[in-house]
């Protein structure tokens, strides 16, 4: 670690811009240089100087398995090149204070202070959260002083929470323990802040996605021991983009639509007498499925179908990548969105049907996609607002956006998956 000075002067040093490169691209090396420079400037500005350490946490793509993993499913899923970044410095005082760029004031967390405390703001719960993972895990805590920039589109479907949580992870895994902590266990411990400190019922996909880096393939049977792959595929050199659509709307207060997908597919586990979706077959649906309809209800019903047929697409996915079978691959992210839409009803909220901006998207997205005659489009991450992704021709991508902020008026993002997870760069040597 070094000073501020000396930070921004790693930044440009060979081994800086190689990791900056790889991370971001050789495209974006100028602007990433800028972005971490004024990083450390700023962080100057409001709490001096100190030996200062760089971390970075990505947000994730989900392309396969949507509302899987709560039920012990599979995904595919990639970290992305939008990120969280932060410089820290570690402090002697049990007090995190951090000040995050767009939103007013400091942030401080007494670290003597576990419970949750009532009506406070999310980000403090997440933060007083994962101090508390930590400890339940039997790990070092402390205080350090940071500030925070994010590309992350919040509330979109990127993770934006879960890049923070990785963040925030990263940094007392660094500052206090030696770094030990693999992504699995800071992936728990922000599923821990979400759910005991934050009352989102989420799974371990998203911090998993942003903690472990690159494109791969997650097996939930056993949540406690998640089996992780990488999947060696890219696929701007096998001639796709992968582009992300901003849709207008967010995943505010949207808890409780949420929590009924997740609730649901149990409720006809339990109906069964199991616990999840995963120990289970469609058979066991198809001869219960009257009783299941009126017990359950018949969009519970459809939901557990999705999760069937949805975890089955996942191992097809990744053979198709690994087989190099892009057409097939396609063919697949269309069933997964068709499902989405149709079995697992996530694009738009049933209480709200005037407000479709999924939909819409995907609609339009739909006909552009088979006036070109390639690609494919499905709803991303959570769904009932947020974001779509859009798979298409890399020559493509630049109209396609254009296409899209002339009809709906949104931002697009084309995104690159990385192999960079949740870290602390390392700008030594």
Known sequence: ????????????????????????????????????????????????????????????????????????????????NLDTIAAAVKVDEPVITFISEGYEGKFEVDLTQQEPVADEASTLSLVRGIVAGF?????????????????????????????????????????????????????????????????????????????????????????????????????????????????????????????????????????LGTEVCRDLAPEDIYRNLNSLREQCGDRAVLRALHFFAENDRVDAQVEALQAGQLDRFLELITDSGNSSWKWLQNCYQETDVRHQGITVALALTESYLKLIGKGACRVHGGGFAGVILAILPNEEAAKYAEFINDTIGTSTFIINVREQGAICLDLEG
């Open 1 to 80: 670690m070094q000073n501020a000075e000396q930070t921004m002067e790693k930044l440009q040093s060979s081994k800086g811009k190689a990791l900056l490169s790889k991370m971001y691209g050789e495209g974006q090396l100028a602007d990433q240089i800028a972005r971490y420079r004024s990083l450390v400037q700023t962080y100057k500005e409001h709490f001096g100087d100190g030996e200062l350490a760089l971390f970075s946490a990505p947000g994730r793509c989900e392309i396969g398995g949507n509302h899987t993993d709560h039920n012990h499913g599979k995904v595919l899923a990639g970290s992305i």
């Open 135 to 271: 400890q339940e895990m039997g790990c070092e805590v402390g205080g350090f002083k940071a500030y925070i920039s994010t590309t992350v589109i919040p509330a979109s479907g990127l993770s934006s929470s879960a890049s923070f949580e990785m963040l925030i992870g990263s940094i007392l895994n660094t500052f206090y323990n030696e770094s030990k902590l693999d992504a699995v266990a800071l992936s728990k411990i922000g599923k821990y802040a979400e759910n005991k400190y934050w009352n989102k019922p989420s799974g371990l996909l998203d911090q998993m996605a942003c903690a472990y880096g690159g494109l791969i393939t997650i097996d939930f049977a056993d949540p406690e021991q998640p089996v992780v792959q990488p999947v060696n595929y890219d696929f701007q050199n096998s001639g796709y983009s992968l582009v992300i659509v901003n849709t207008g709307g967010n995943h505010a207060d949207l808890t409780e639509d949420y929590a009924a997908v997740p609730n649901e597919m149990r409720a006809v586990a339990k109906a």
